[in-house]
């Protein structure tokens, strides 16, 4: 998820992740840093970042790998990810436990379904720990992208029957592509969360993890397969009352 950086949040993340990885020496962390925000090392990227704030994304492979190769193989693989939420989008995770807690049925998958193929105790487990998920680092980075796409389409005053959360996933993932972000990823229940969040009227479809939304397509847009939508399938800006 691109963000605008200043050194001021660089010291930011540097006491984070001194609270998350206080086994890791202080060089490596600043190191891994470095890497994980897009820069060969932490002179160069003090040098850029004193001439003004630049955005990036961090990159959770790129800051593991540091300290993979200099003898950390055990660190926390999301620890920079996780330091620049803390730091940039905590009322993201606030708006996401405020969700959570209006809605117990909802999980990183969407509305909670039963595979009674399991066992009773293995579908607790399953969706206590896709409930876990939703306030990480890469459920909040999931719903701030939902927030982002959701904020530009119109609604209407009733729901949509044509295209179910899951659709519209997949489109809010394509509008972050073409804006050229490294991960563009969100899931069906980070989706739901966000139209939550900002009041689109949400309406469960049957008992099936998706539900229909109050989103007013521009034109007809139609399913393709693997739930991916027509490019021209929501407006811009322009949003009516719901």
């Known amino acids: 998820m691109k963000t605008l950086i200043s050194l001021d949040d660089v010291e930011s993340f540097k006491h984070e992740l001194i609270q998350i990885l206080p086994d890791v020496k202080s060089s490596h962390r600043v190191e891994a840093m470095a890497r994980g925000l897009g820069w060969g090392n932490n002179a160069a990227l003090r040098t850029e970042l004193a001439a003004g704030p630049l955005t990036r994304s961090p990159d959770n492979r790129a800051f593991s790998e540091y300290l993979k190769e200099h003898g950390f193989p055990t660190a926390r693989y999301d620890a920079l990810e996780e330091a620049v939420v803390r730091c940039k989008f905590a009322e993201a995770r606030s708006a996401v436990e405020a969700v ?37 680092a ?105």
């Not at 796409?149 to 209407?156: D, G, H, S």
């Not at 479809?205 to 490019?231: H, K, Q, V």
């Open 100 to 136: 959570m807690a209006a809605e117990p049925g909802l999980s990183m998958n969407g509305f909670r379904t039963d595979d009674f193929r399991k066992s009773r105790q293995e579908r607790e487990d399953e969706f206590r720990r896709l409930r876990e998920e939703m306030p990480s």
């Open 138 to 242: 890469d459920g909040v980075l999931q719903f701030v992208r939902a927030c982002e796409f959701l904020a530009q389409v119109p609604r209407r005053a009733t729901v949509n029957r044509t295209l179910i959360s899951y659709d519209w996933k997949h489109v809010a993932e394509r509008f972050h592509r073409e804006r050229g972000e490294p991960d563009s990823y969100v899931s069906n229940g980070m989706f739901i969360a966000a139209a939550l969040h900002l009041g689109f009227t949400v309406k469960r479809d049957g008992t099936g993890p998706n539900a229909f939304l109050n989103i007013a397509p521009t034109d007809r847009p139609r399913r393709s397969r693997g739930g991916d939508m027509l490019a021209k399938s929501v407006g811009g800006p322009t949003r009516t009352a719901a």
